[in-house]
């Protein structure tokens, strides 16, 4: 499968390969601590904008992205090509991978690990990755005492 996932969306718009690159690189993260759970699923169609007819579509395309035997490397450095100018949108992914890294209520070493990789690849400084870390683990303590 490894480079069919990209070659079969090739002719995608670029928004539409770009949340699909999102969706491989969560499926990627997701199976980086041993599992893909359902809180995990969940969180991914939560934050994805999709309509309730597109559901089957993004978990089909989880599900090729899990099966995907690349790196979570290989595939951001093709979503960094495809969002050439568009920074704002590499720290949305980094962000919400951290978000879903934490979803389950385990974050690996793993996740960790390869959300630096993307944030390298992406440019996108260490101290950003802090903040945003900082910035989602206040949040997720504000939820749990509310």
Same mark, same amino acid.
């Given at each position: 499968?490894?480079?069919?996932?990209?070659?079969k969306?090739r002719?995608?718009s670029k928004?539409?390969?770009?949340i699909?690159?999102v969706l +491989? /690189?969560?499926?990627k %993260?997701?199976?980086a601590?041993?599992h893909f =759970?359902?809180? @995990?699923?969940e969180?991914?169609l939560?934050?994805?904008?999709h309509?309730?007819?597109?559901?089957? +579509? /993004?978990?089909?395309? %989880?599900?090729?992205?899990g099966?995907?035997? =690349?790196?979570? @490397?290989?595939h951001?450095?093709?979503?960094?090509?495809?969002l050439l100018?568009?920074d704002s949108?590499?720290?949305f992914?980094?962000a919400f991978l951290?978000?879903?890294?934490?979803?389950?209520?385990?974050?690996s070493?793993?996740e960790?690990?390869?959300i630096?990789k993307?944030?390298?690849?992406?440019n996108?400084?260490k101290?950003?990755i802090e903040r945003s870390?900082?910035g989602f683990k206040n949040?997720?303590?504000k939820?749990?005492?509310?």
């Open positions: 499968m490894s480079t069919d996932i990209w070659i969306y002719k995608e928004q539409t390969i770009c699909i690159g +491989i /690189l969560a499926a %993260l997701c199976k601590d041993g =759970n359902i809180l @995990e699923e969180e991914i939560k934050t994805m904008p309509e309730p007819n597109q559901r089957k +579509i /993004l978990l089909r395309i %989880l599900d090729e992205a099966e995907d035997t =690349n790196s979570i @490397e290989y951001a450095k093709i979503i960094n090509k495809e100018g568009l949108y590499r720290k992914i980094i951290y978000r879903l890294a934490h979803s389950d209520h385990i974050y070493e793993q960790d690990e390869d630096r993307v944030a390298d690849i992406f996108i400084k101290t950003y870390f900082i949040l997720f303590q939820n749990s005492n509310a």
